[in-house]
């Protein structure tokens, strides 16, 4: 365990954002210099009636002869109603995917900084524990980009009250929901991490989570159809089972942490 004073922890730690800020703005340009690849290919994908999810769901449907599962994304158009939101909206999305991207090395960084602190028999879990973090962020955004979202943009790029009110969405919805369904989705994928930290400290057990699984359940159904308001239940369980299965995988977790 390294010791040192204040300042000098301070000064690290300074130069620990000042490197996580250069690699930020460095990913950004880059990003930003790729706009129509990044826009086209990435952003405004899930737009297009031939995105992966649509033709996994079509096919399946045809499958099951259950054909409400194919999506009617043909309708969809994205507009921009503000002089200077699609500059704004290019910046940010920019800087967006810029920390989606250095988000290994910024937990690296932070990683670097406290791992001098930690003893010797506290470094193997916490690096399991970063790792961990990192890996089931990416598995939060890969479901929302792949599920979540094509699914949300579905349902409400085709929802009216009235054949009287075409739907055309703003490019400032589009992508303040995008952002929103990713990042959300990957906080929740840290459960597990968190259950961990919880466990390990005695403030979280394994029973509690078992005992109130069934609330669970009930709250996963409900965030499911909420995401998925369509008429199908298999629609549904597509976005519920990995949640569920997060939910387990949780309890699992905070149980070994409780018999360590």
């Given at each position: 365990m390294k010791e040192g004073t204040f300042w000098e922890h301070l000064e690290e730690l300074r130069w620990t954002i000042i490197r996580i800020i250069i690699v930020a703005v460095i990913l950004t340009v880059v990003i930003f210099s790729f706009k129509d690849f990044v826009f086209n290919n990435i952003i405004f994908a899930p737009c297009d009636g031939n995105f992966v999810t649509y033709r996994i769901l079509c096919n399946l449907g045809d499958?099951?002869?259950?054909?409400?599962?194919?999506?009617?994304?043909?309708?969809?158009?994205?507009?921009?109603?503000?002089?200077?939101?699609?500059?704004?909206v290019h910046l940010s999305t920019a800087f967006y995917l810029a920390l989606i991207i250095s988000f290994p090395y910024i937990v690296i960084e932070l990683w670097l900084y406290v791992s001098p602190a930690l003893y010797v028999n506290e470094k193997k879990p916490a690096i399991k524990g970063a790792i961990s973090?990192?890996?089931?962020?990416?598995?939060?955004?890969?479901?929302?980009?792949?599920?979540?979202?094509?699914?949300?943009?579905?349902?409400?790029?085709?929802?009216?009250?009235?054949?009287?009110?075409?739907n055309q969405i703003s490019l400032n919805s589009y992508i303040s929901t995008f952002n929103t369904l990713l990042f959300m989705m990957g906080l929740v994928f840290?459960?597990?991490?968190?259950?961990?930290f919880f466990g390990k400290i005695g403030v979280l057990q394994a029973d509690f989570l078992k005992q109130y699984r069934n609330v669970a359940v009930v709250v996963v159904l409900v965030l499911a159809a909420l995401i998925t308001p369509s008429t199908d239940i298999f629609t549904m369980m597509i976005v519920a089972l990995p949640l569920m299965l997060l939910y387990e995988l949780t309890i699992a977790v905070v149980k070994s942490v409780n018999k360590s």
């Amino acid at each position: 365990m390294k010791e040192g004073t204040f300042w000098e922890h301070l000064e690290e730690l300074r130069w620990t954002i000042i490197r996580i800020i250069i690699v930020a703005v460095i990913l950004t340009v880059v990003i930003f210099s790729f706009k129509d690849f990044v826009f086209n290919n990435i952003i405004f994908a899930p737009c297009d009636g031939n995105f992966v999810t649509y033709r996994i769901l079509c096919n399946l449907g045809d499958m099951l002869r259950m054909p409400k599962i194919c999506p009617n994304i043909e309708s969809i158009s994205i507009i921009n109603i503000n002089l200077s939101a699609q500059l704004m909206v290019h910046l940010s999305t920019a800087f967006y995917l810029a920390l989606i991207i250095s988000f290994p090395y910024i937990v690296i960084e932070l990683w670097l900084y406290v791992s001098p602190a930690l003893y010797v028999n506290e470094k193997k879990p916490a690096i399991k524990g970063a790792i961990s973090f990192v890996v089931l962020f990416f598995m939060g955004i890969l479901l929302a980009y792949y599920l979540i979202f094509p699914l949300t943009l579905n349902f409400l790029g085709n929802y009216q009250v009235s054949d009287a009110v075409p739907n055309q969405i703003s490019l400032n919805s589009y992508i303040s929901t995008f952002n929103t369904l990713l990042f959300m989705m990957g906080l929740v994928f840290e459960m597990p991490v968190v259950g961990y930290f919880f466990g390990k400290i005695g403030v979280l057990q394994a029973d509690f989570l078992k005992q109130y699984r069934n609330v669970a359940v009930v709250v996963v159904l409900v965030l499911a159809a909420l995401i998925t308001p369509s008429t199908d239940i298999f629609t549904m369980m597509i976005v519920a089972l990995p949640l569920m299965l997060l939910y387990e995988l949780t309890i699992a977790v905070v149980k070994s942490v409780n018999k360590s």
